[in-house]
């Protein structure tokens, strides 16, 4: 992604030499954007998985990272992320890569329909047994949940992005042996990924 390094570069380099500014958030969120944009992409179009790359990661530390990560397009969103319960003791033994794509994709889709002005709940925890993550927002009712993970598909005509990323999340969950669930109740929705028995 040699391009998208260059305008990161050169973001850090303008913050450096001049600060914050509104206009260099709007890039950096539009970065971040491109990126995942292509990651999902790559997986799509036949990157491949190998079980050899797996390893035990933090759960909780690798989720905080990654929402730390996202916080300037959150921001454009006119949200945020509260790591409301984070247990740091949970571990999941998955490739680094799959597991960014799950968490980068929950936190973003979540930051893309949130009600502005409110946060997203992150939560890791054990539940039978089983590490779990999920991420809570405000938002506008869901009709048909089940369409979520469709490919292409899209909340809504303003959604950014391909309409990838759930259908994405959905499957390299199955791959791995994970259940991704969604509930929405009132005003919010929640999606949470239980990682099932780990090595």
């Not at 999920?134 to 959604?159: H, M, P, Q, T």
Request: proline share 2%; aromatic share 10%; hydrophobic share 35%.
């Amino acid at each position: 992604i040699i391009p998208l390094s260059v305008i990161d570069t050169s973001l850090q380099m303008q913050r450096m030499d001049y600060g914050e500014s509104g206009y260099v958030d709007s890039i950096a969120s539009a970065s971040t954007t491109l990126q995942g944009v292509y990651k999902n992409m790559a997986y799509f179009l036949g990157s491949r998985r190998q079980d050899s790359d797996k390893k035990m990661i933090p759960l909780g530390e690798f989720v905080k990272s990654r929402a730390e990560y996202l916080k300037v397009l959150a921001a454009a969103y006119k949200c945020s992320f509260e790591p409301e319960s984070i247990d740091g003791e949970v571990t999941v033994f998955w490739a680094e890569s799959e597991l960014e794509r799950v968490v980068d994709n929950l936190l973003s889709n979540a930051a893309k329909h949130s009600v502005g002005n409110t946060s997203i709940k992150i939560r890791v925890s054990k539940q039978e047994g089983q590490p779990c993550f999920e991420a809570e927002n405000r938002c506008r009712r869901i009709e048909n949940s089940v369409k979520l993970f469709e490919e292409f598909y899209k909340g809504s005509k303003e959604s950014s992005g391909l309409g990838l990323g759930l259908h994405i999340t959905l499957k390299i969950c199955e791959y791995n042996g994970a259940k991704i669930s969604v509930k929405n109740e009132n005003d919010s929705v929640s999606f949470k990924v239980c990682f099932g028995e780990q090595k």
